[in-house]
Each structure stands twice: as structure tokens, then as C-alpha cells.
């Protein structure tokens, strides 16, 4: 590619960061209503420059790094023309009446890429690395914190690597917090934790019987690209055998899949009980462009649920950028425990749901 080739790339990368970056910003502030903050993060933080996965690791020891205000550019906390990568690290106390809720990491903006992580696992990330390096500058970050990465009564540890190409770099602006979703829908019997994953697209690993040897185990929920999947697009199938609590297989329920990026079809113990879009061999034959951003739950039909075990498996399609199951909760809920959380919780606001930006990802990819 020429000089000039590259110069209108990253204008034109630019200019759709931009573009992604006012969509988010207005859909974080419109849709504020149902978080809360619960922690400041502003202040002092740890950085050193350079890359190294092990410094996303509580174990590290970082008491030489160098003590930095966050949000600034790191040019202005004594790294000046620094362009490259960078870590950041904060630790932070959660208090025990913590445990349980269901909780925002935002980091401002973050000029040009980055991955964060929380006692080591990885949570979330925007743009790429290099060498396919695309910028993220002017998006907002805001990351889901699954309830396995957090230690409730204990110091927990904030890792945000960063690579910054030209100009400002780092965690450079903006509200840098823990936010609570004050609206949680409080499940019957969680489905979270480790699941069974493949790629590809079978629909005979929608049965009961399925040879797993070779799959691979996943937490849920996150994104598939924060556990060795960073990248894929397409399809990819979850599976997850569980005991339902006693008392249950009468109940009226609800499967309440959280939300999924981008497509799905639902499956237990065989029988299809849902699904949002409608697939072919080649991926979905409809679907909105913004059902990654709805809730997925699925009403259960009297019985579905067998006494002892019984086997969940969801068939995805990723179109672009993150996929899978990413935010929770997720689980078995009473119907009239949901209805009252459906009647209550603040609805979408048409703007993040209906992104009409969103599809300007695709023009430079």
C-alpha cells in the first residue's frame, strides 16, 4: 500500500471513530438511567510502557512502575512523544455487599486501542492491534465485569493495555468508574460459569448426546474473542449440561440468555425453545442489524425441564467485530420474577439500539 493509500486509511479509520464514537456517547448518556456509579476511578494509577501479557496478572509486581493521573495522555504524566504500547494497572477494594451485582468498568476514552482486564481475565477490548491496527480513540469504553473475575472483601486488579500510533496516548479522557445496573434480574438458578464452545456449524450438536472431547471450555458470559476466538467471525455453537434445582420442573420459567452478539437458535434437551433471526447454511436469512444489543429470553414450555439433568445448546452467528453470549445474567428465572423485572427495567433507547453507524465498520475493514 502506498504513502498515500495509508494516509486515507487512517483518515477514513479516523473519521468512522468518530462517527462510532458520538453514536456511543449519546447512547451511553441516554441509556444512564439504569446505572449507577458505585466507585471513582479517578486518580492514581500505575503505567509503564512496553508490552507483556504478564502484566495483566495480580502475581506481577509493579511497585517500580510509575505513579500517573488517570484520565490524561501519557504524554502529559512524563512519557512525552511516546507512541507504542502501554499498560496501565489499578487496584481497587470491593467491598463484600458487592458480590453478586452486576457490574460497568468504563475507561473514557482510550486513544488508539485496548484490552482490559480484571484479576487477570480478559473482559472486553476495542480496536485492533497491530499489525491490522485499526483506532478506537473516540469510542467510549464500557465493559461488562462477569461475577467469576471479581474476589468480593478483597483488592482486585484493573489491567488496560494500550497501543497508542501517533499523537495522544493512553486513557486520555472521560468518566474512568464501576457503575451497578440497578434494574438486575435476580435469577431462579444460574446458568453462568464455564460452558462448552465449538466453532463451526452442526445441526447435530443441537441433541442430547454429543461427543465434546476436543471442545473447548469458555466462561459465560463474554465475549468468544477474550477466550481464544479473538478475530472469528461466524458460527458457533454453545453447549452446557446442568442439574435443575429441586423443585423446579413444575415451575413456570423463563431462560434468560442475557444478550448475544449477533444471532441465535436455543435448544433443550434437544427441542428448539427460541430463537432471534432466522438462520441458512450460509448464516442468518434475516435478522436486525442491532439484535445484539436486546435481551434474549425464552419462554419455556410445560416440561421442557427434565428432573436431573438436562443439556442447553445455542447455536450463534457473529457477523463482524465481538460475538457470542457477553452479558449476563444468565440462567433459569421464574415468569412472574420476570415479569415484574420486564415491567420495571428502563426500555432501549432507540438510538443505541437502532445505530445507524454501526454498519460504517464494515467500509474499512
Known amino acids: 500500500m502506498s504513502a498515500d493509500m495509508k494516509r486515507m486509511t487512517a483518515r477514513a479509520q479516523g473519521f468512522v471513530a468518530a462517527l462510532m464514537g458520538l453514536a456511543l456517547v449519546w447512547s451511553v448518556e441516554a441509556g444512564a438511567a439504569d446505572l449507577r456509579e458505585i466507585m471513582d476511578l479517578r486518580g492514581k494509577w500505575k503505567l509503564d510502557v512496553g508490552d507483556d501479557p504478564a502484566w495483566a496478572k495480580p502475581e506481577f509486581p509493579d511497585k517500580n512502575w510509575i505513579d500517573v493521573t488517570v484520565p490524561a495522555p501519557w504524554e502529559d504524566e512524563g512519557f512525552p512523544g511516546y507512541d507504542g504500547y502501554g499498560w496501565y494497572r489499578k487496584w481497587f477494594y470491593m467491598p463484600p455487599e458487592w458480590r453478586g451485582k452486576r457490574l460497568f468498568l468504563e475507561l473514557g476514552r482510550v486513544d488508539d486501542v485496548d484490552e482490559a482486564y480484571v484479576n487477570g481475565y480478559f473482559i472486553g477490548f476495542q480496536g485492533e492491534f497491530p499489525p491490522d491496527y485499526v483506532s478506537r480513540y473516540n469510542v467510549e469504553r464500557s465493559y461488562a465485569i462477569p461475577l467469576y473475575a471479581l474476589k468480593p472483601g478483597e483488592m482486585n486488579l484493573i489491567a488496560v493495555r494500550v497501543y497508542d500510533s501517533q499523537m495522544a496516548g493512553g486513557i486520555t479522557q472521560g468518566r474512568v468508574r464501576i457503575m451497578e445496573d440497578r434494574h438486575l434480574l435476580a435469577l431462579t438458578q444460574s446458568l453462568e460459569g464455564e460452558w462448552k464452545i465449538q466453532t463451526g456449524d452442526d445441526l447435530a450438536w443441537k441433541e442430547i448426546a454429543v461427543n465434546e472431547r476436543g471442545w473447548s471450555t469458555v466462561k459465560v458470559p463474554a465475549y468468544w474473542e477474550t477466550q481464544g476466538l479473538k478475530g472469528y467471525d461466524g458460527f458457533a455453537w454453545y453447549r452446557k449440561t446442568f442439574r435443575l434445582d429441586t423443585g423446579l420442573e413444575n415451575e413456570r420459567m423463563i431462560l434468560f440468555l442475557g444478550k448475544i452478539d449477533d444471532f441465535d437458535e436455543v435448544y433443550l434437551n434437544g427441542q428448539r425453545v427460541g430463537r432471534t433471526g432466522t438462520f441458512t447454511d450460509e448464516g442468518p436469512a434475516n435478522g436486525g442489524d442491532y439484535d445484539y444489543a436486546n435481551w434474549r429470553a ?68
Open 298 to 365: 425464552y419462554t419455556l414450555p410445560a416440561g421442557a425441564l427434565k428432573r436431573g439433568t438436562n443439556v442447553i445448546a445455542i447455536r450463534v452467528f457473529d457477523k463482524f467485530i465481538h460475538g457470542g453470549m457477553y452479558e449476563g445474567p444468565v440462567g433459569l428465572v421464574r415468569r412472574d420474577a420476570y415479569v415484574t423485572w420486564d415491567k420495571r427495567k428502563p426500555r432501549e433507547n432507540s438510538w443505541r439500539v437502532n445505530n445507524p453507524w454501526r454498519w460504517l465498520e464494515w467500509l474499512f475493514e
